[in-house]
C-alpha cells in the first residue's frame, strides 16, 4: 500500500524557536496532502490543505504566518511552526491523498510528529 | 462546513461481545465515511469504509452500515478481542478530488478480557 513518511518523529524546543516537520509520500505522487493537529485525548483536527505547487488553504482559526506550509514537489510537504510556544505543544500528523482511477480516493496517514515546546 | 458527531465517546465491552459506534453528519453532499483505529502515539489506521452508493460493507469481524437518510453510520465489531482496544474514529468527506475528512470526536474502546 502508499506509504507516507515523517519526520522527525518528535521534537523538543525551546519557546520561541521554529520547527520545520517533513511529510513524504514514499512510493506515490501526492498533489494534495493535509495537516492535523491532535492534542491528548482529543480528535484529529485539520490545521491545512497544502496543494503541490500553490498555496495552502487554512482551516478557520488556524493563523498561516505561524504553521508555514510549503508543498514544493509531488512527494514533500513540509510545515514550520514558527515561533513556537508550550501551547502548540501536540502531535501533527500528515496525511496524503491518492486519487484512484475511477474516481474515489483514499487518504494515507504519516506516523505523526510529536511536538514539545519548553 | 461538515459537521460529524460520535457516540459514545467511551465504551467497554465484556470480550467476545460486540461493541457498536455510532456517527452522525451534517452535510448531505458527504459521500465517503472511512473508519480509523488509533492506538496510543501512533498514526490512524483505516479499518472500513463506505461509500453513498451501499448501505452496508462487512470485512470479517468487522461491520459499517449507512443510513443516507437519516445521515447517520455506525462501526460494528463483533467477538470482539483485547487487540481491539483502541481509540475509534469515524470521518465524513465527499468522495472525489482529494477532499478533505472531518473527523468525529473519537470513541475509546476497551475490551475486558
Known amino acids: 500500500g502508499a506509504v507516507v513518511s515523517q519526520h522527525p518523529s518528535w521534537v523538543i524546543c525551546k519557546s520561541g524557536t521554529s520547527v520545520k516537520i517533513e511529510c513524504r509520500s514514499l512510493?506515490?505522487?501526492?498533489?494534495?496532502m493535509f495537516w492535523y493537529r491532535q492534542f491528548p485525548k482529543q480528535s484529529l483536527m485539520l490545521m491545512a490543505t497544502?496543494?503541490?505547487?500553490?498555496?495552502?488553504?487554512?482551516e478557520q482559526g488556524v493563523e498561516k504566518d505561524k504553521f508555514l506550509i510549503n508543498h514544493a514537489s509531488l512527494t514533500l510537504s513540509t510545515l514550520t511552526v514558527t515561533s513556537a510556544h508550550p501551547e502548540d505543544s501536540s502531535f501533527y500528523i500528515c496525511?496524503?491523498?491518492?486519487?484512484?482511477?475511477?474516481?474515489?480516493?483514499?487518504?494515507?496517514f504519516g506516523p505523526g510528529t510529536r511536538l514539545t515546546v519548553l | 462546513g461538515e459537521n460529524v458527531e460520535q457516540h459514545p465517546s467511551t465504551l467497554s465491552v465484556q470480550e467476545g461481545d460486540s461493541a457498536v459506534i455510532k456517527c452522525t453528519y451534517s452535510?448531505?453532499?458527504?459521500?465517503?465515511f472511512p473508519w480509523y483505529k488509533q492506538e496510543l502515539g501512533k498514526r490512524p489506521q483505516l479499518i472500513i469504509d463506505?461509500?453513498?452508493?451501499?448501505g452496508e460493507k462487512k470485512d470479517q469481524r468487522i461491520a459499517v452500515t449507512l443510513n443516507k437518510t437519516a445521515k447517520h453510520f455506525s462501526l460494528h465489531i463483533t467477538e470482539t478481542q483485547p487487540e481491539d482496544s483502541a481509540v475509534y474514529f469515524c470521518?465524513?468527506?465527499?468522495?472525489?478530488?482529494?477532499?478533505?475528512?472531518?473527523f468525529g470526536t473519537g470513541t475509546r474502546l476497551t475490551i475486558i478480557p
Open positions: 497544502s496543494n503541490e505547487g500553490s498555496k495552502a488553504t487554512y
Open positions: 470521518a465524513a468527506s465527499k468522495d472525489f478530488g482529494n477532499e478533505k475528512l472531518t
Open positions: 512510493d506515490f505522487q501526492a498533489t494534495t
Open positions: 452535510d448531505s453532499a458527504s459521500n465517503y
Open positions: 463506505i461509500r453513498s452508493n451501499v
Open positions: 496525511s496524503a491523498g491518492l486519487a484512484y482511477s475511477g474516481s474515489y480516493n483514499e487518504q494515507f
